[in-house]
């Protein structure tokens, strides 16, 4: 056989983050062409996001954690690329993938489980233009995006996601004001409300309205993972050494200021997940970052066609998804952390480079990915039960609070489309009031719409991962071989 | 313990460039995007709505959420959390659809 | 929207109503629509005149207190343009035919067409104005109907899945059966658009509605750019065409909510709802050829609908003289937004036993022959579609 890189299977990564780079080290290291596709200026993703080159940080592991791993993958991908085994587009945003009958039979021998496939990804911050890069299989390590659920002043400059404010500290080193409050729920805040310390931020508290406690119900999961039980004792001890108070069953009534943020009103939960009237209280603040979980990024997988189970894409033992070609790792197949997309990757790359060459991968092969795998995805079932958003959040969102950011439709409007127009599912609720109709397409409102009009919180589907100008449209692309 | 991000990460930004933004000259450092350019000299919204007209910034950070949607060099609907300042670009407020006839 | 203006029409004629959808409210095709009162896409002949009557009702409808803002009800007239002069001349002769029939027409210069659209492209041959074209939002105009015809008497039932239509032992109709229980009555109209061949199988008739699938791209919000409904000539040729291979015509048009709509493809692929970007590349490309400025105007979403589909492209309304009890009101292709008023208005005054103020014979649910031809009867037995809604009336 010919050793020529052309002639090699193709795969196509979407997303540059641990799973996506996990997968094309793997694929890459047994032979597989990979060309990894991805927004943003450097390899990294969400949990690896690295400061500008332009700023010249010197340490930059400060605002990192198993920064050894990312040493291993970022030299393990420059390997590749100086061999020519890896191309990586950067500043390449997908906006589509689209499976195409294979005519040209110039595709690998295994037609029965890869496609041909074109990425269509707009270029740079400009976005005027769009290439496409043909695959015979491809990769979604699309990731995740945080899930906000609304409450009153939530719109005012200064209140951002957790997640949010984490990113522009790793990747612009800047931070959003003097004094932080961070809240919500979730595993993301005590890191969030680290790094924001660290980094010089005042921050004033901690607000959790789920209590860590328990997690003691689920002792003999926690005894199998002790690892995260001395990372939680660690960022504790963080926490402690910048004077940050925690306050759990707690949650943001609300968020006050003119123009932009100047306080929030914190409050103690019952066991009901209700506010515990007379225990509001206001702290100062300029920057609330804020988050209630994780949800997927499923846009492409849903226009492919690819089943989800729950929030994420459905995939099978090897990370395949049920359309033929198309594979899945990370947090697009569920929220688990980096770690566990590390494992996910890993596998899906090992599966791709054998499946790429008509062969049943071995199971023993990934073993111990796969054990890894189970073990965290049952420990993330666990922090999924204990972190909640409080039970009873609705009440707290008035009548004027607006839902969704982009159409400004206030809550009023879901409860009247529900009581009194006759809407009864979110794609109804939406027709009739225009939430989720905005430039996010309902990604940060979604999960509120549903939660207000009393509804399952069923994906909305989205032809087009992100806006794409008509004349971009209109034009045939041209291609990236 | 460090007083800013920079000190932090021991950071040796390359040389600081400006731009302005509605007029108003700032100092940015290189590789900052838009919005860490702003956030850097204070600024914390850039956007007004087009229903009511409220100011608007940086809410998810990482693109997806469309709120820090600003006008750069004449081009509108950018998102300031994305797109890398340049040397003297020209950022101004955007007001509603940020077109305008 | 069908069935939520006859049941407006028949209560407000003094009937007792009952509707029963297996959705929720516009979880069909209405849902998927863009809201078109259209006069300026039909020939002379029946289609026509229950448009006109349609328009008229709207106006009427749209004259109630607060609902012309509720529904988003723009009577802001329709331009469709020819690119050619043979064009142009077709486009000429069909308006001419259309003004006999009582349809108002003014043909427009190319110099005049940048006053009415500024930014419509250059260099077309001309056009024709028409007036009467008008638009609402679909969805809120269905629930606002939903709404007057409770108002008024009527009770909704959503999320009620029609299994079995109820017959005496002589045959005639006597209700129908749902997920959810019974519902009696001496009348059911079926108004279950695209799903109405498989009601009508219920109640024993064949009845060939058939899919035609269409897709809508959405742009970010924008000030009024496109004033009006904009389309080109040919779309009217490929309305009427029973091709059942893919065509595209450029429909653009404003909204008041700021996004602009651009259509339309037709193609008979049954109920396949994945996504197909040739299709929306096609549509792009007809849209920035009228209007050079959305190259640069960003796609945000697009979806999908099935237009009820009949072989001779006009609706089913009236009594079935197959079975006693049965009346329908479905079938009206991409036009159903725009005839719903005429529908219920002609339905109510059949289900009161007047006399309608049009000839329903063109309508005649039993017109077509009692064997679909092979090719039909393929796609009919595409038809299963568990998860979109019947919108079936119960009169009593």
Request: hydrophobic letters at 45%.
């Amino acid at each position: 056989m010919t050793d020529r890189m052309a002639d090699r299977p193709h795969l196509a990564v979407i997303g540059a983050g641990p799973a996506g780079l996990a997968a094309t080290l793997a694929a890459a290291g047994r032979g597989v062409r990979v060309t990894l596709v991805d927004s943003a200026a450097e390899a990294g993703g969400q949990f690896y996001r690295q400061p500008a080159t332009g700023l010249g940080a010197r340490r930059p592991q400060a605002l990192h954690h198993q920064w050894r791993t990312w040493e291993r993958l970022r030299d393990g991908l420059a390997a590749h690329i100086a061999a020519g085994r890896v191309t990586h587009l950067t500043d390449h945003h997908v906006w589509s993938v689209e499976r195409q009958s294979d005519t040209s039979g110039t595709t690998s021998g295994a037609s029965d489980t890869t496609g041909v496939f074109a990425v269509h990804a707009l270029l740079g911050p400009e976005q005027e233009e769009s290439v496409a890069v043909r695959a015979d299989a491809v990769l979604l390590a699309t990731g995740g995006y945080e899930k906000v659920l609304p409450f009153p002043g939530w719109t005012l400059p200064g209140v951002l996601t957790a997640g949010g404010a984490q990113a522009m500290l790793k990747g612009g080193l800047v931070l959003p004001g003097r004094t932080a409050v961070v809240a919500g729920t979730g595993p993301l805040l005590m890191p969030v409300a680290v790094g924001l310390a660290s980094a010089g931020a005042k921050v004033a508290a901690l607000v959790e309205s789920a209590d860590p406690k328990a997690f003691a119900r689920h002792a003999r999961v926690l005894a199998a993972h002790p690892g995260k039980l001395a990372e939680g004792a660690r960022y504790a001890a963080e926490l402690a050494r910048h004077w940050v108070r925690a306050h759990v069953r707690h949650t943001v009534v609300a968020a006050h200021g003119t123009g932009r943020l100047e306080a929030v009103t914190v409050a103690a939960l019952d066991g009901a997940g209700r506010v515990r009237a007379g225990t509001e209280r206001r702290i100062p603040c300029d920057t609330l970052a804020v988050g209630h979980g994780m949800l997927p990024h499923i846009d492409l997988a849903e226009a492919l066609g690819c089943g989800l189970d729950g929030a994420g894409v459905a995939v099978d033992d090897e990370q395949r998804t049920d359309v033929p070609g198309v594979w899945a790792a990370g947090e697009t197949t569920g929220i688990g952390g980096a770690v566990l997309s590390l494992a996910e990757g890993n596998i899906a790359g090992l599966s791709i480079a054998a499946r790429l060459n008509s062969r049943t991968p071995d199971r023993s092969w990934y073993a111990s990915a796969a054990k890894a795998r189970a073990g965290l995805r049952e420990f993330f079932a666990v922090v999924d039960s204990v972190y909640a958003p409080p039970a009873q959040w609705a009440e707290q969102v008035t009548d004027d609070t607006v839902v969704c950011r982009c159409e400004e439709v206030p809550a009023a409007a879901i409860r009247e489309a529900v009581d009194e127009l006759g809407a009864g599912d979110v794609r109804t609720v939406k027709l009739l009031t225009r939430a989720g109709m905005g430039w996010c397409q309902g990604r940060m409102c979604g999960p509120a719409v549903a939660g207000l009009a009393g509804c399952a919180a069923t994906p909305s589907r989205r032809p087009f991962a992100r806006p794409v100008p008509l004349g971009v449209l209109a034009r045939e692309p041209g291609q990236i071989q | 313990m460090p007083r800013s991000p920079l000190e932090l990460v021991h950071a040796r930004p390359g040389p600081a460039f400006t731009l302005t933004f509605d007029d108003r000259e700032i100092t940015v450092l290189p590789g900052q995007t838009v919005a860490a350019a702003l956030w850097s000299a204070g600024i914390t919204s850039w956007r007004t709505t087009r229903g009511s007209g409220e100011p608007r910034g940086v809410f998810c950070g990482i693109g997806v959420c469309f709120d820090c949607l600003v006008t750069v060099n004449g081009r509108t609907n950018q998102r300031a959390c994305l797109v890398r300042a340049e040397p003297g670009d020209v950022i101004r407020t955007q007001e509603g659809t940020g077109h305008h006839d | 929207m069908v069935g939520a203006a006859s049941a407006l029409y028949a209560v407000r004629a003094g009937l007792s109503v009952v509707l029963v959808d297996r959705g929720p409210v516009a979880g069909g095709t209405t849902g998927a629509g863009e809201g078109n009162l259209l006069v300026s896409d039909k020939e002379p002949g029946p289609e026509l005149e229950l448009a006109l009557l349609s328009g008229r009702l709207w106006a009427d409808i749209a004259a109630e207190p607060g609902v012309a803002e509720a529904v988003e009800y723009e009577a802001k007239g329709g331009l469709v343009v020819a690119s050619g002069v043979e064009g142009l001349a077709a486009l000429e002769g069909f308006a001419d035919g259309q003004r006999s029939a009582g349809v108002e027409a003014v043909s427009v210069a190319p110099g005049q067409l940048h006053d009415l659209e500024p930014y419509l492209a250059d260099g077309l041959a001309g056009g024709v104005l028409y007036p009467q074209d008008a638009q609402v939002m679909p969805t809120l105009a269905a629930a606002h109907l939903v709404r007057l015809a409770r108002a008024a008497g009527a009770s909704l039932r959503t999320g009620w899945t029609v299994t079995e239509v109820l017959r005496t032992a002589a045959g005639a109709v006597r209700g129908v059966r749902t997920s959810r229980g019974d519902v009696h009555a001496p009348a059911v109209v079926n108004a279950a658009g695209t799903w109405g061949g498989e009601l009508a199988a219920l109640a024993g008739v064949s009845l060939p509605v058939l899919p035609r699938r269409g897709f809508v791209l959405v742009t970010e919000p924008l000030p009024r750019r496109v004033r009006r409904k904009v389309y080109a000539a040919d779309y009217v040729a490929d309305v009427a065409s029973d091709s059942a291979a893919l065509q595209t015509s450029p429909v653009v048009e404003g909204t008041a909510a700021g996004p602009v709509l651009i259509g339309a493809s037709r193609e008979r692929v049954g109920f396949d709802r994945s996504f197909s970007l040739p299709v929306a590349r096609a549509l792009a490309a007809g849209a920035t050829r009228l209007f050079p400025f959305l190259e640069g105007v960003q796609a945000m979403r697009a979806y999908l609908g099935f237009r009820p589909y009949m072989p001779d492209h006009l609706p089913a309304i009236g009594p079935d003289p197959r079975v006693p009890g049965l009346f329908h009101a479905c079938g009206h292709e991409g036009a159903g937004i725009g005839l719903a008023t005429g529908t219920g208005h002609l339905i109510a005054q059949v289900l009161a036993e007047k006399a309608p103020d049009l000839d329903l014979a063109p309508f005649r649910p039993d017109r077509f022959p009692a064997d679909p031809a092979p090719e039909e009867l393929e796609e009919l037995e595409e038809l299963e579609e568990p998860e979109e809604p019947e919108e079936p009336e119960e009169v009593s």
